[in-house]
């Protein structure tokens, strides 16, 4: 019967009460007749309607109605029949068969109630959003989720095909989804894009599965996950890692990434490829002692003598084999939750050599005593020049003579810009052993601009009498240059910092800020330009619920004790200290952040100053705390489900047990976990469950099977088990696994056959009896009519006679009626069907055409008898028929098997009543009986035919009931 029309009446229940009513009244009138007139054979079976009808809507009340029906029944019959103990016997026991027949039925529609509240529970509470389809990917039912995430209320979905609201750049996923699910397979992990009801889109992941009912599948259920904000953190570390990879190629320093567990290099800028002299793609996964340092396995300065490397001298190996001097600094960064070794270099090469021809000069010096590689002279109170070194030609061209002859040379030769600042130097008195100093810039004569490292004391004669300045200059234009190079390299440096996506600060040896990127800057909302210079007071006034030190405070005083009071979740590794904190803004704001900070070190091994990096992880801690928020739910949502639920890794042993599994198995979580099913049921079914298992494994397709299951307390169960391979990102495979226990429906299923039996038994024996008394009746008014004379009591008599024939009719017919869904539906085919019916009716010259060669239908097997009487009426009813024929087509909504004669047809007037009980003109239910077994597997018939122009019987068979034996 269609669910639906048990729902409306369901939802009825004055209607419902109205018709048990009525039918009883009738019943019980119908009885009462027959108890006068002397027969309690037939109609009391007629009471089955409203006990039937009570226990199935009304479950709670169905038995004592039951009971109520049999006492009256009884009461009836004793007030009619008193004297006749057998007939008490009969009343008994059908008594106990209605009883029995409420009893089963109202237990069975609890239980089914039960389970369709449970569900629907589940689905209502979900986060996710459950989906079932039809076949043709309509919505039938849509969780209440739909309208949190999307914005659509659920019945605005349901009777929509789902592509109404996906993407049209994501249709083509659903469009390949759909058939795989109708096939009978599993869908994991599609991502489409949804879109919502108030604008924007929501990315959807969805795993969908076939829906089976009756062995063939009438629709897809899907699940959908929320993963917008996944798929937008996804996108936003792939922009830092982008923004990353451009700030490495636009530094002026070669830059290479190292993994510290391996040395394995893991990146390199163009920068540093060109310097080592070999491509990008031969420097990357290669060992870091193959190109850039030369320190032996064991030896890493870094991650195994725990050197500072800041601003060193190092050597870099080149592709040749050749040795650069560098001045390398090595840091720990972190990239994708994972600690690597960040080593920036910049060429010395040419800085070494000046540094080498400084200390050739110098050993000059010592050789020759009064010979100088820098320019020393002695000049006189009135700035004249009393003595000087040759190395003054070489400094500045001019020659010695040149400056005794001339009076204030050096004054000439001043660069304009320092004249001022020499002026001022020379013009100050200090005392005597005291050295002053002041880098100016001269003119060499060739016009070239050299920078000299001045370094005067004054000179004091033995009366005290001052006598002039002791002075050395230095040509230090290549230190200049080198300085200025190095400020240029530090101040890309800086950029670098600035541009660095996480807010990072840095600070000297007194606690002033040097350096406030602008991530920073925005972090923190002080402009780089109000901080700089700046000491600990103002880098910390962003911070309201904190006025103490912060961690580059304790960093730089290197005082750990206090790190770990303030930081109780810190953790160090070598110089770098880590951790993680929570601070607020001035306005209010809230952020969860990461904190590195490390102190810099010269090559002295002296602390200059720290840096300290952060990095707002407010989004990923909400994330997280959504994802154990989630899964706290998930947890809950298993646990409160009424069917066990498992899941096992791949070598078998139990992951995650809900509470039912517990309860089936009698063991508790803690004695199932990390145990396989050898260890915990009976070896012949531990071997069917791994070798089921290994089919998931194997084929990646999921899996039903009904197995025995024995308990803790040695309770053997039947359940059916679905199983279903899920992979996650990480590549690990585990089995999932639902179970229904079905030992109850196996029992109940016996008990409905056995009790089917009894009363198929009963009915036999009633009907037998019915017959017998009706072949007595005939033969007693046979006699009849024969012996009376009068004519007018003749036909009374045959009258009676064509009655009792009828009723003879109308009990045999009870016997295909007796037999209708008592068998499993199976699939048969219809031109053997039909031919096998045809053969058994006098066709004689009727022409039989069959055109549905190939086809098999999903039907009871009592459809031989559909055609049977289709036949049957043609030769009882339609008149000169010369010709039947049986033809099928297809249609969108499923075949249409079409019974065809060219005999009179079916008038109009009687076309709405054809298929009524009781219509027609010989017995009424041949009809009836068709209808009536179609309709066990959802088939339909309808007639279409001209009257005048024969019958046209078109039986409607929907989609999954058939399908063909033809293999193209």
Known sequence: MDRSFLQHLQDRPNLLAALIAVSTGITLILNEYELMIGTTSVLPHLFYIPIILTAYFFPRRGIIFSAVISAIYCGM?????????????????????????????????????????????VAERSSDIILLTDREGRATYVSPSARKILGYDPAEIIGKLSGAFIHPDDLGQLEKSFPDLLGGGVTEGI??????????????????????????????????????????????????????????????????????????????????????????????????????????????????????????????IQADGERRPVLKSVVPIILHDRTYLLESFIDISELTLTQNALKESEEKYRTLADYTYDWEYWIGPDESILYTTPSCER?????????????????????????????????????????????????????SIRWIGHVCQPLYNAKGAFIGRRASNRDITEQKQAEEAFRETSRRLAEIIDFLPEPTMVI???????????????????????????????????????????????????????????????????????TETEISRMDGARFSLWASATPLIDQKGEITGAIESIRDVTDQKMVQRALQESNAYLDTVINTLADPLFIKDHKHHFVKVNTSFCQLT???????????????????????????????????????????????????????????????????????????????????????QEALKKLNMLSSITRHDILNQIIGLRAYLELSIERVQDPDLQEYLKKGDVAADAIREQIEFTQYYEDLGVQTPQWCTIAEIFRSAASQLPLGEIGVEVQVSNLLVYADPLIEKVFYNLIENSLRHG?????????????????????????????????????????????????????????ITGISITETGEPGAGVRFEIHVPRGTYRSTDPT
């Not at 063939?216 to 982008?242: A, N």
């Not at 530094?251 to 990434?257: D, F, K, L, S, Y």
């Not at 004695?671 to 531990?686: N, P, V």
């Not at 089919?695 to 679905?722: A, M, P, Y």
């Open 77 to 121: 019959t004793y007030i009619s029949n008193p004297i006749i103990p057998g007939e008490l016997l009969l009343v008994g026991g059908r008594v106990i068969m209605f009883i029995l027949i409420a009893t089963v039925v109202s237990s069975l529609t609890a239980r089914q109630r039960e389970s369709e509240t449970l569900f629907r529970g």
């Open 191 to 316: 991502t489409v894009r949804f879109r919502k009801k108030y604008g924007g889109t929501a990315f959807i992941e969805f795993f969908g599965a076939p829906i089976i009912n009756d062995g063939t599948i009438s629709g897809v259920q899907v699940i959908g996950r929320d993963i917008t904000e996944r798929k937008r953190t996804e996108d936003e570390q792939k922009i830092r890692d982008d923004l990353l990879n451009a700030i490495l190629e636009s530094m002026i320093a070669g830059v290479v990434v190292i993994d510290p567990e391996d040395h394995t290099i893991v990146e390199v800028n163009a920068v540093a490829a060109a310097m080592i002299g070999a491509k990008k793609e031969e420097i990357i996964g290669s060992v870091c002692t193959s190109y850039i340092c030369p320190a032996l396995n064991g030896g890493c300065p870094i991650t195994d003598l725990h050197q500072i490397v800041d601003r060193s001298e190092k050597v870099l």
């Open 508 to 578: 000297d040896r007194t606690g002033v800020v040097v350096a406030w990127n602008h991530a920073l800057e925005l972090l923190s909302g002080v402009s780089a330009s109000d901080i700089l210079g700046k000491e600990r007071e103002s880098y910390t006034a962003w911070i309201s619920d904190h006025t103490g030190p912060i961690l580059i405070d304790y960093v730089l005083q290197q005082d750990h004790e206090e790190i770990k009071k303030a930081y109780p979740n810190v953790h160090f590794k070598g110089t770098t200290v880590m």
């Open 666 to 752: 009698g063991h508790t979580r803690e004695e199932l976990l990390g145990k396989t099913d050898s260890d915990l049921f009976r070896r012949e079914e531990a071997d069917v469950f791994l070798e089921k298992d290994d089919e998931v494994l194997r084929t990646s397709q999921g899996n039903e099977n009904e197995e025995k299951i024995t308990d803790l307390r040695g309770n053997t169960h039947t359940v059916i088990t679905k199983k279903a391979l899920n992979t996650n990102t990480a590549g690990d495979e585990f089995i999932v696994g639902i179970i229904r226990d079905i030992t109850e429906r196996k029992q109940t299923e016996l008990a409905l």
């Open 879 to 935: 008149g000169h028929v010369t010709v039947i024929r049986l033809t099928a087509d297809e249609t969108p909504d499923g075949i249409v098997i079409t019974y065809h004669d060219d005999g009179a047809g079916i008038a109009f007037d009687d076309k709405d009543r054809l298929f009524q009980k009781g219509f027609g003109k010989h017995t009424g239910l041949g009809l009836f009986l068709i209808r009536e077994i179609l309709s």
């Open 395 to 447: 400094i500045t061209g001019y020659t010695p003579q040149e400056f005794y002859t001339t009076r204030r040379l050096i004054n000439t030769i001043l660069h304009p810009e320092d004249r001022d600042a020499l002026e001022h130097h020379m013009s100050r008195f200090f005392p005597p052993h005291t050295l002053e100093t002041v880098d100016f810039r001269i003119v060499h004569r060739d016009g």
